[in-house]
Structure formats: C-alpha cells, structure tokens
C-alpha cells in the first residue's frame, strides 16, 4: 500500500511539474491570441489623398488631424465633405486610423469597404481592409479609416490591403 501511495504522489509531482513548465512556451509576455479589437466607427470610403501613396497614420489628438490637412499638398476637392465625416471624434477616448490607397484599376463604388482590426500581440495591432477593384484600367485612389478604443502612444500597427473581388477570382481558378 504504502508503494502505491509514493508512486501517486512521484506521478502527482511529475504532473504537477509538466503543466506548471508547458505554461512557460517561449517566455515572450508580449505575445497573445489574435482577437478581435473594438472599432467604435468605420468610416465610409472618402477621396482625399495626403503624401505618400498606399500609406496610413495612427492619429491620437485633433490637432494631429488638423496637421494632417494642413500639411497636405494635394488639391482636395471634397474637404469639407470629409471633415464632416471625421468631426466629432473624442480624441481622449479614441484613435483614428486613416490611410489611402492607390490602385491600377478603377475601385468598384457599388461595393462598401470592410474591415477588421485585431489586436495581435500587446504592442501590435493588425488593420485590414476589403475592397474591390473593377477590371477597367483606370487608375484610382481612395482613402479608408476606422475608429477605434484609445491605443497607446507606443503600440505598431501593420496594414493588410485585400482586394476581394481578385481573392475571388483566383479561389475560382483553383
């Protein structure tokens, strides 16, 4: 009996050891799970470009924003258009992303962008947005932006640009 009780409790312990040990993968305390992270707006697709093509900013304070504007150097032909889109963010409360995109061909309007924001570590974020070009060869541009929870000053953020109309076709191809 009392050999039954010691080869318990050895296997207790060697249990014991295994999981405290498989808690302790690669010791990286900023790493975990991809979830989702909130986004409070989505914003709508808009046409103002500022420098630098196929780019995006994480902005944290209105006056970055009213920089932004300011500092632009190419003609916008809707500016108050969009400044009513982006009015009324609690910057204490909020960041915004906001981003532009140039394309070959010309961007499918009857489509609404989509997006997803996860967070993927704790000092990464991921950013993504669908969209959908049309096979005419015109060239075009857009800007997109979301609204999200208050991130950090020191936090990245990476951007993923789909266009799910040729993620489409090339699933049919397969």
Excluded at 11 to 35: A, H, K, Q, R, T
Excluded at 64 to 71: G, P
Excluded at 98 to 111: E, M, S, T, V
């Amino acid at each position: 009996m009392k050999k039954l009780q010691t080869k318990i409790l050895l296997c207790s312990g060697l249990l014991l050891i295994l999981f405290s040990l498989s808690g302790c993968e690669n010791g990286d305390d900023n790493s975990v799970n991809s979830v989702d992270a909130k986004i409070v707006k989505e914003l709508p697709m808009m046409f103002m470009l500022f420098e630098g093509n196929n780019t995006f900013r994480v902005i944290q304070s209105q006056k970055e924003l009213d920089l932004l504007f300011e500092q632009s150097k190419l003609p916008i032909k809707n500016l108050d258009e969009i400044k009513e889109i982006l009015k009324g963010i609690d910057f204490s409360r909020c960041s915004l992303i906001l981003g532009n995109k140039y394309l070959p061909n010309l961007l499918n309007f009857d489509r609404d962008l989509q997006y997803k924001f996860r967070k993927i570590s704790n000092k990464m974020y991921l950013y993504e947005v669908f969209y959908e070009m049309t096979d005419a060869e015109t060239p075009s541009s857009f800007m997109h932006g979301i609204v999200v929870d208050k991130l950090p000053q020191d936090i990245e953020v990476e951007l993923k640009l789909y266009d799910i109309g040729h993620m489409y076709k090339t699933k049919i191809r397969e």
